[in-house]
């Protein structure tokens, strides 16, 4: 799910539109390949925490999906975000 949203950006950051006679380059958005490259490493380190985030923010689950989905409570997905999301942060203040 991830890896086809980011080729899709980096796919379209080199197409050319044309659209009311105008021309214009879309860029890749820099976020969202900043995550990508963010869950790459944090996989390395932690696979379970960068997979809850990844269903989050690119699958859009909710909660209890997350948990049912890879067999833990609510609370303990909710616990591993917050883990996830102190480490990406640490990263990316370097």
């Known amino acids: 799910m991830r890896s086809c949203l980011i080729d899709l950006i980096r796919r379209e950051a080199r197409c050319v539109y044309i659209g009311e006679g105008l021309i214009f380059a879309a860029r890749p958005t820099s976020e969202i390949l900043a ?3 963010g869950l790459s490493s944090l ?3 932690d696979p379970v925490q ?3 985030v990844e269903r989050r923010y690119f699958g859009g689950f909710q909660w209890d999906e997350v948990a049912e ?3 833990m409570s ?3 997905a909710k616990r ?3 883990e996830a999301k102190t480490r990406l942060r640490k990263d990316w203040q370097v």
Do not use: C, L, P, Q
Request: charged share 30%; net charge negative.
């Open 35 to 37: 995550v990508h490259e």
């Open 74 to 76: 609510v609370a303990t």
């Open 80 to 82: 591993k975000f917050r």
């Open 43 to 45: 996989a390395s380190i």
């Open 50 to 52: 960068a997979e809850i």
């Open 69 to 71: 989905d890879m067999g």
